[in-house]
């Protein structure tokens, strides 16, 4: 069932070349949505890119896929398959598959294992900004650190290290983090300090004067979990804190990559995974920003004709929270 009138075409962001970052501004037709798939017809209002999606093409192959960018978007249901509990009118969110064009285009596609209800008291653009880092942030906690359910006493005292802590999913990571009763130690720049101690860290480390081998050599400093959300050498300075026992999940690089020469630690458990898309960890998260618990970080706005400006603004590694494109900008009448 569809409830209004589709324009003949649509704004989109392309990359049209794998092998290349570039990124431009065409016109495409509507997408048509399979309804046996589960795929509902959504008008954007805003869309979030994820810092270093540009790069995805020449690790993941889609063949025949057209790579439109942006997997998180946030907008109305147009039209739905008759059994979807998302009904044309809903208000809804979602991180859709990368196996899949994306959502940086003025209707997109999405399907009903991937959807949420957004929560009531965000804007659209903060809608946008929830999904990937909020369900990666859902999932590296409570599928991956097996250390305990949501509300779980399991999780009380316990110290867990976020780094990146300033970034979409360190964020999230830190406020539900609090939430759980869990001592949380962030890292990041010095100009984020104080914003990481407001989401609820205990402890800030500035990752450019800390000495993390020495500081993590230190048992008080010790911690069960780390959770690294950059790769490289935050990564590798996070194995010092490490407790015996104790649990590291990446999320950019797998930490059994990076792990100290000479450092040996018994019995660690080394996760890394790539989020999945789920509509049922994005209701959960709906719950709390309900509650006003939890709330996304949104560092700049900027129209889908801005986009240039948006993807230097992600690539820079300076932003705090997620860029989002808001599609009801400068929209040509």
Not at 264 to 277: D, G, Y
Request: charge should be negative.
């Amino acid at each position: 069932m569809t409830t209004e009138p589709l324009p003949a075409t649509i704004r989109a962001l392309l990359q049209a070349d794998p092998n290349s970052m570039e990124v431009t501004l065409v016109h495409r037709e509507v997408p048509t949505p399979n309804p046996s798939k589960g795929e509902h017809l959504i008008r954007v209002h805003a869309a979030s890119p994820c810092a270093g999606e540009l790069s995805w093409p020449t690790m993941v192959s889609t063949p025949g896929k057209e790579i439109i960018t942006c997997d998180d978007m946030a907008g109305i249901v147009v039209s739905s398959p008759p059994d979807s509990p998302f009904k044309p009118g809903d208000e809804v969110y979602a991180r859709t598959s990368y196996l899949r064009p994306g959502c940086a285009r003025d209707y997109t596609l999405a399907t009903t294992k991937e959807l949420a209800h957004r929560a009531k008291n965000l804007s659209w653009t903060e809608s946008a900004a929830t999904p990937l880092s909020a369900i990666t942030a859902w999932q590296a906690l409570f599928t991956h650190a097996g250390i305990g359910e949501f509300g779980s006493d399991a999780w009380k005292g316990k110290r867990v290290l976020v780094t990146a802590a300033s970034g979409g999913v360190g964020a999230w990571l830190v406020q539900i983090g609090h939430l759980l009763g869990a001592e949380i130690v962030g890292t990041c720049g010095p100009k984020n300090i104080d914003f990481v101690k407001s989401l609820g860290a205990s402890e800030v480390l500035n990752y450019r004067t800390t000495d993390f081998k020495a500081w993590g050599s230190k048992e008080q400093n010790k911690v069960d979990l780390v959770i690294d959300c950059i790769g490289g050498k935050s990564l590798e300075d996070a194995w010092w804190s490490l407790k015996e026992n104790g649990v590291i999940v990446g999320i950019v690089q797998p930490p059994d990559q990076k792990q100290p020469t000479g450092l040996e630690l018994p019995n660690v458990t080394v996760k890394f995974f790539i989020m999945s898309p789920s509509g049922k960890d994005l209701s959960e998260v709906t719950k709390l920003v309900e509650q006003r618990k939890c709330w996304p970080v949104v560092d700049s706005v900027w129209s889908l004709e801005q986009f240039e400006h948006g993807y230097a603004r992600l690539e820079s590694g300076h932003a705090r929270g997620k860029v989002v494109f808001d599609l009801t900008l400068n929209v040509p009448k």
